[in-house]
């Protein structure tokens, strides 16, 4: 299905991964679809600063029509600030259950991923993408119930992590806990009201760890699945951070662990 992802980052990125030959995409079986398509591109005709040119020449060699219209219009296309461009884009699927499975069976390093329960604000989303990929995130897994997917605001928040980071959908977030663990996965959960923290806690080999939505933090039964819950010390008054805040010091605190070891 098409649609509109807009802003400088997210249109050069999706361009970036658009195939040449007039983005003919390579498409698979099922619905783990990677490659982006990119049909129109439309750029608001004041513009004709150093980021936009580059932007359309990246699309001519791309093959992609490049349409100049009134900033109105852009306005009138999203609901964000779209910073002069706007691209119409069939957008790669997120990926399945059959795909982790995949993906766990190839991986020749000690798996390292990212587990959201039940994220729902696109804008935090987006940011996790961003962070998971700077950290070196194999995929992020959501559930399909009460989580957010890949909108068009997810997509631009994430400056093109969406493409480099695989978005896996489960339909039952315990059993996919415990596939991970059959593949001798560690599962570490973030809780506010453990004694362990962040820095005293094994965050090396193969990892999934578990963020919560903000104030209600996990659900019970991912909770119950998690071999250990950790924290992130907080000195202040504030009794809580942002999912996106507390999923980048925490992937962090495990990237220095792993670099370390």
Not at 69 to 88: F, M, P, Y
Not at 150 to 160: E, M
Request: glycine share 8%; hydrophobic share 40%.
């Amino acid at each position: 299905m098409d649609e509109l992802i807009f802003g400088i980052h997210a249109v050069k990125s999706a361009l970036n991964y658009c195939l040449d030959a007039k983005c003919d995409a390579v498409q698979g079986e099922g619905d783990d679809i990677a490659t982006e398509q990119i049909s129109a591109l439309y750029v608001d005709r004041g513009r004709k600063d150093k980021r936009i040119t580059a932007i359309i020449e990246l699309a001519k060699k791309k093959s992609v029509k490049v349409t100049f219209v009134q900033r109105k219009k852009l306005d009138e296309l999203t609901s964000g600030n779209h910073q002069g461009v706007v691209a119409q884009s069939r957008a790669p699927k997120v990926k399945s259950e059959s795909f982790l499975d995949e993906l766990l069976q190839t991986l020749e390093v000690p798996a390292f991923l990212l587990i959201l329960d039940g994220v729902q604000d696109p804008h935090n989303l987006g940011a996790c993408l961003r962070t998971a990929d700077a950290a070196g995130v194999h995929g992020i897994i959501v559930p399909k119930d009460r989580s957010v997917s890949l909108t068009p605001t997810v997509r631009k928040v994430a400056c093109g992590a969406d493409q480099s980071v695989p978005l896996i959908q489960v339909t039952n977030l315990a059993r996919t806990l415990k596939l991970l663990k059959s593949y001798q996965i560690w599962i570490v959960g973030t809780a506010g009201e453990t004694n362990d923290t962040i820095y005293n806690s094994d965050l090396t080999g193969a990892l999934a760890l578990v963020m919560g939505t903000e104030g209600k933090g996990m659900r019970r039964l991912t909770r119950e699945n998690c071999d250990t819950l950790v924290k992130i010390p907080m000195e202040g008054s504030v009794e809580s951070l942002n999912v996106s805040v507390a999923t980048g010091i925490s992937l962090f605190e495990a990237v220095r662990q792993r670099a370390k070891k």
